[in-house]
């Protein structure tokens, strides 16, 4: 996964990270990842804090940065995450497919 991150950073591509859960618990986690120096190039967006889905958050990062839905990519690890990325019609990949 790292590797496929290193090489958007590398690409200059936005790496959002859209979390559900306790903001703080998945502060932790995210803390505790190794990053090896990519975490500046993150920007973590709580789901529970922003009070929205996270389609509208997707569509919200896609306006906030001139990104059409065929520039942006959601990686997931549910069918949730799948819906709620369909809904804008966002590209979406199951995060094991990275691996591969």
Do not use: C, H
């Not at 959601?74 to 966002?90: P, T």
């Amino acid at each position: 996964m790292l590797e496929f991150i290193q090489e958007l950073v590398i690409d200059r591509k936005q790496i959002f990270i859209v979390t559900a859960g306790n903001p703080e618990q998945q502060l932790n986690k995210i803390k505790q990842t190794e990053w090896n120096g990519l975490a500046q190039y993150l920007t973590v967006y709580f789901v529970e804090e922003l009070s929205l889905t996270k389609a509208e958050i997707f569509q919200n990062i896609l306006n906030s940065n001139n990104l059409s839905p065929n520039q942006a990519l959601v990686v997931g690890a549910n069918k949730f995450d799948e819906q709620q990325s369909k809904l804008i019609n966002l590209p979406y990949i199951v995060s094991l497919e990275i691996y591969k």
